[in-house]
């Protein structure tokens, strides 16, 4: 009996180790990102393409990043930091048109949201509308941000942004 009761527990004891040493290897650390995730990290590249000059680098990041917001909202839709980015990649690919519904969109659903605001206040300068980029720059006063002083430095003409 005592045989039996000393088998069984081996038995028990290799099983659970093969089932761990399975499980562990299958799950880990390997979690897919999301088309979001993936669309910052690319947009994240694109902007330190933009400040070394290589913009033909940066465009190409941004139109990827693009198709994986617009894929990341059919999924989850409305989120305003989704809609952020749309907006954003958008107004670097030369839409303005989108990129200001994005923002807008985005606006709608959380409208003290800071980079919508900031960025938005960018198009309307980059589009000749100082007086729109101004309000944005109202919304985010008090905020003790450096979106703030961004918008500030770009309405000012101190900070030219191409787009």
Request: a positive charge; proline letters at 2%; one cysteine or more.
């Amino acid at each position: 009996m005592k045989k039996i009761i000393i088998s069984l527990f081996i038995l028990l004891f290799l099983n659970s180790n093969a089932f761990s040493a399975g499980s562990s290897s299958s799950g880990g650390d390997s979690k897919p990102k999301s088309n979001y995730d993936e669309a910052v990290k690319l947009i994240k590249s694109a902007k330190k393409n933009e400040k070394k000059g290589k913009e033909d680098k940066a465009q190409k990041k941004y139109e990827k990043a693009l198709k994986l917001l617009v894929k990341s909202n059919k999924k989850k839709p409305n989120k305003p930091d989704t809609l952020n980015y749309l907006g954003f990649t958008s107004r670097k690919l030369g839409d303005f048109e989108n990129g200001e519904k994005y923002y807008l969109q985005g606006l709608a659903i959380d409208p003290k949201h800071i980079g919508i605001n900031e960025y938005l206040g960018e198009l309307y300068v980059a589009t000749g509308r100082h007086n729109l980029a101004i309000e944005r720059l109202e919304v985010l006063k008090g905020c003790n941000c450096e979106e703030y002083d961004e918008l500030k430095a770009v309405i000012a003409g101190e900070k030219v942004s191409k787009y």
